[in-house]
């Protein structure tokens, strides 16, 4: 795993090729499944931790894995501190 590297921040299509790696956020196991542009915003799944998806009314309805939208600037523009904690898999595994 390599560490998030802040000068894909400059590069949208940087962002846009991290869609489906496999990623450790704070020790956990995620994939990253988004790139949000207001933010942005890494949305990450987690590969093993399920949450309870409500209906409309509020009821429990489905178990769905847990998914994070991690913000990658702070709110002056800079990359977020948040990133310290953001492994990516690299190709070779």
């Known amino acids: 795993m390599e560490r998030f590297d802040i000068r894909w921040l400059d590069n949208p299509d940087s962002l846009d090729a991290l869609i489906g790696r496999r990623a450790e956020y704070a020790g956990e196991p995620f ?8 933010g942005p915003q890494l949305v990450l799944q987690h590969r093993h931790h399920k949450a309870i998806q409500q209906d409309m009314q509020g009821r429990a309805y489905r178990r769905v894995p847990e998914t994070i939208c991690l913000e990658l600037l702070d709110e002056d523009g800079q990359p977020s501190p948040q990133l310290e904690l953001l492994f990516l898999a690299t190709d070779e595994e």
Do not use: F, R, Y
């Not at 994939?31 to 207001?38: K, M, N, R």
């Open 31 to 38: 994939s990253v499944i988004e790139i949000l542009p207001d």
